[in-house]
């Protein structure tokens, strides 16, 4: 069984920043894949960023240069850091985690994201 537990959302004004924390646990020892995706109302979701094991680093061209995912191994836990946010930020993020090379996946519960003035 594993369980994802997110945290850091809410509301900020544009140009500001918020940081989101995405804990693992069950019986998984590493995790190959951690990553975050969005869902902004009447759209699809999309991935955000990931981050692999080997130190790969991906993100959507829309974040490229305003956000940065990072994980501590140890504690299975990633973050993403989010810098000059944007009201078309404004979505449900959700934290994913792939513990092998295969699925399955793992996803958190989702955590609210709002940019507004």
């Known amino acids: 069984q594993v369980q994802l537990v997110e945290s850091g959302g809410g509301l900020v004004q544009p140009g500001g920043s918020l940081r989101l924390s995405c804990a693992a646990s069950?019986?998984?020892?590493?995790?190959?894949?951690m990553g975050w995706y969005r869902q902004a109302p009447g759209k699809q979701r999309e991935l955000v960023a990931s981050?692999?094991?080997?130190?790969?680093?991906n993100y959507a061209d829309s974040v490229k240069g305003r956000f940065t995912i990072s994980r501590n191994n140890a504690k299975n836990t990633v973050y993403l850091q989010m810098n000059s946010l944007k009201p078309e930020d404004t979505a449900v993020y959700y934290c994913?985690?792939?513990?092998?090379?295969?699925?399955?996946?793992?996803w958190g519960q989702g955590t609210q994201v709002t940019v507004s003035s």
């Open positions: 069950g019986t998984i020892f590493t995790i190959y894949l």
């Open positions: 981050s692999t094991s080997d130190g790969s680093t």
């Open positions: 994913v985690i792939r513990p092998k090379l295969l699925p399955p996946d793992y």
